[in-house]
């Protein structure tokens, strides 16, 4: 069986496994002290253009998403999110876990706009009874979303207007940044996104790394005792070395972008695929995550090869459904499944 | 100014006061562990006609629904929910600083169906992904809901029926039981209650009451250390005997439900005005609260006069309003707003 | 049987029932913003001698420390208390119950030092791995403490002072304020302690009233919110109103330490008993709270017509057992106890 | 300078790492759901002797420790600790931010005694106000222990026996295992533990692997549904596969336990060589740290070549130190260490 169900079915980037062999029996200090960390951290800095940005290491992207709004918010305070955000759906009540509700807004493409914030913020402060409702404080957004679409440099300059007018956190998850920033179509890049969000991630699990995501704390005021709610969180590994040593393998010389490009060139040949063979699409968008929307028997034919994710339910004969490359994907896989969508393959 | 904004702008009806006053000096153990409070739980599993039934009796609602749900719930479940469920938008987020997410389900009149139910519980068990979502594991309704529509006994039957065949917990909260059980179209009563629901309370606050709601678990798994729980949320009154005497009270003789019908019938007299005088209702119920569309030029004229709540936008030019009875309501005053309204008081 | 085990065995000091009696049919506004709360809140703000105090009402003790150390800290910060405080033992887990450790200090009467607390501080930020530890953040200190003993101005001002050197919140538990200050040897006021304490609470349900503390926050960067904090803990009352009508009562002339003083001389009584028949105090104290050890034969024989508290063993025949006064003891109930104590009533 | 103050200052085993690099292009589902993870899951098994046992794998040992607690605790429940374990002091409060208080017992060694649970919970239970008390639900044990000291058979076999008495569960941290059962007088193997404790978890990170820990349970009521609890604590690692592979690269051979006793046998010579030079030690024991007793001017000169811990002050002139050794350990940094240490380096 191909494996296309998600981003993150093998191990690491050859250049990341290296690393961490070759400095297998250095001794270091633990929890991100160590000069690895250090060192990826001057790179994202520069990369972010800002020497004074905080740069934490994590492993996973929901113990990154629940430390960085357990850290920012207080108990009454939530955060807003599109409905399909991967902190309102596919993190077990995380956020709620830590106290605080997932305030959802409605969302087609997985992307919320600055005018759903703030009208959010209005009718939580121009309600007579706000005291009794959950104060909105963080806007979470996700880039790419969880539908594989990007927001526009105009789309991030807003939302960043928006919640600084309110006094709102703007928080990106980057768990995918990778394919996000190389992306046809992209406009952001490190520096913009360092300069409007007051804190987001760069996301390593899913573009390249064994595990690791790098949270970058911009606003002065989500800085303090950062690591103290990392330790309670069970979120400041022991052998922090090895998100350093990661993330300065991904990132010191572009590795990141190149591989995420490279990844986003391959979905391209599926959605081609579905193009020709006339399948629409559940979302359009041109990073790494393509979901099509195929009748129930073409995919049955698939599923003798290929391992991919059942989105949703379109009608009574149509499903869509959700392929995955990634940095490890191998051409000849993705030919092979752009020809069995084609019917070339037959 | 007359207050039709809430049914809780008064004390206690006469009869709780008189109570709590011929008592006031009596010695007796604090906690819930007196006299009253044990007559006042034998009222209750009379009236509910089950004597196994465990009865708690707390201070205000948002603290017995977070109570009863943290009680009940372990860290990954979550409580389903009409959006417009108390629990879900006026407790300023008290079921996720608890640690639960509540999983809102759409709903016009304030009522969710089983089918709804059934939809949810089914969409997570068959989710490839369920481990990484909110467990379903309690419903939550409201009789009179927060609209101030009433379920029927078929619809409470069909709500039992799939929270039973699915493990989940079956919850009423009944801040306004008393006008909902005494109100027109009514087919419930505490016997059906208890017995169709795992938990349920019946609320004093708005009732009659100083304070208080008397929380009933007839689901055995769910009575184990309860109190503990609610010291641990700060709901056990040091002096429980004023829960118990009010309870007894309102209850012994079924003061509770005549003052609810009483307030029921000022409601009609409002909502007949509305009637008359061609304004729609924003939903349609036979409780204490009226929820009447008026144009806003009426509203203006009507707040020099009267206190009432502002609900929601419907056009330019009209808003929904609610006016509230309850069982201090005077009749003078609601015969003067619905002449009022109704244009006969110009 | 005769009540001597707590000081809330009674309903309300009746001027307290008086009032609330005479308002019953008055409308107001719920959640505090009534007519009665203002009022109260002024008072209360005279005789702290401070107009920019924030005061809120809440209904009981373990509510509202869980309310205020809830508002105060993030998550990983914990709040220091003698081992003897109520916060930690005897709330069944509400300060951890919302995130935060109880950082226990040994303590034989129930105070904790300013050198104790600045070691602990010190300890902490001086401790390598003290990112891995809870921050302390809040001093939890009760006055009088759970063995009835009260802090001095010396003490009171010096916990003040590391308080404020290390920036650690200082607050005070005043469940049973009204003893302590008017208590024979009490050093303290309301001005001293709204000047030094960044929060306090003036404690109603052990001194007068049904139920009732009223928080009194004096640090500006505690108020913030503190409203949607209670709502969300359950402890937004819905006739708020209750809760200034007896804190008005109590505290408009004064009331308030008149019958503290009073329980305090009633329990000087027991005290004396106690000396003449030569039974030692666990902890000496001049409020209403009496710690006598006796012989446990004694106090079986006491126990026939008296209800106390069982506080510890002290050896294989002797125990040491609470008596507590109020505002509701009765004179000639305590004399009665007196002379059974001290033999006279053989 | 020679890393000596903690077993987690090298990456991982050789073998874990051939491991890692020969599977690294293998495509696996995610989640703990791959072929590596399950074959792992039945060697524990196997070496348990038990094949009835849910085997889960982690990241790291703060969040193994939350992510057990949580899933078994009910919110008024706490667990029964030594003040020196890692749940206690070292874990920035996680276990208090997941709602449960830790029941701190004294402890010299950093062990406690079946006795000490028994009366910690007859105490409960028999307190006229249990109610208002944290319950005592589950004992935490380390073996080793934060001490370095390890569990008799008898006493395990005691501890488990009132834990099954009194409804407790007994939860062994196995952070250090390896080391533990390799020691010199150790009693214990992984089929006692499996048969005694409820749960438990036999650690990696410190013994040979990147990170990981293999949780172990045993009780089947601890059983449902604890991936949802993992996944909501981010502790479900995305490419859970890296997990499964170091445990099975350290457990198939044996290799776990070699690597632990040759840790030991090096910390016995840093013991020989404390004792030779006449350093008491804090605590005595066979594992693989090493709490020396020394005086402060030798240990400035130790620190010019080594890093190590500082443990507590002991006196004005000494301290107590803390040298850890690990799989990694390399013999010849020992012999100078210990030639040091003896003085014969000089």
Chains 1, 2, 3, 4 share one sequence.
């Not at 209005?122 to 959950?134: L, N, R």
């Not at 572009?254 to 391209?268: S, W």
Request: with cysteine; hydrophobic share 40%; glycine share 10%.
């Amino acid at each position: 069986m191909i494996f296309f169900n998600s981003d993150y079915t093998e191990g690491a980037h050859p250049k990341v496994m290296d690393r961490l062999l070759e400095t297998n029996l250095v001794q270091t200090d633990g929890y991100g002290e160590d000069p690895y960390c250090m060192r990826a951290r001057e790179i994202i800095r520069r990369l972010c253009g800002n020497d004074t940005l905080d740069v934490h290491f994590l492993v996973g992207g929901t113990q990154t998403n629940l430390t960085v709004i357990s850290a920012a918010l207080r108990p009454h305070q939530g955060v807003l999110a599109a409905e399909t955000g991967h902190v309102n759906v596919h993190e077990a009540g995380a956020i709620e876990s830590c106290g605080h509700k997932v305030l959802a807004i409605p969302s087609a493409d997985g992307k919320i706009t600055a005018q759903q914030v703030e009208e959010a913020y209005k009718g939580h402060i121009e309600d007579d009874s706000f005291e009794h409702c959950v104060q909105p404080k963080m806007v979470y957004i996700s880039n790419p979303t969880e539908m594989g679409t990007l927001y526009t440099r105009a789309e991030l300059e807003l939302l960043a207007g928006v919640c600084r007018k309110n006094g709102l956190y703007l928080y990106m998850d980057g768990a995918r940044l990778g394919y996000g920033l190389s992306a046809a179509g992209n406009e952001l890049d490190l520096k913009t996104i360092a300069g409007l969000c007051d804190v987001f991630y760069i996301g390593g699990t899913k573009v390249g790394a064994l595990f690791g995501e790098a949270v970058v704390i911009a606003n002065p005021g989500l800085k303090e005792d950062f690591r103290y709610i990392m330790k309670q969180k069970g979120a400041l590994l022991a052998k922090g070395r090895l998100l350093g040593l990661q993330f300065q393998a991904l990132l010191e010389d572009g590795l990141y972008f190149t591989i995420g490009k490279r990844a986003n060139e391959l979905a391209d040949e599926i959605r081609n695929a579905c193009r020709s063979a006339g399948y629409p699409f559940l979302v359009e968008n041109t990073t790494n995550q393509v979901f099509a929307v195929m009748p129930d028997e073409k995919l049955e034919q698939l599923k003798e090869k290929y391992v991919f994710c059942y989105q949703q339910r379109i009608d009574d004969t149509h499903s869509a459904v959700r392929f995955c490359t990634s940095w490890a994907t191998i051409s000849e896989n993705v030919r092979a499944l752009a020809d069995d969508i084609s019917g070339k393959g037959e």
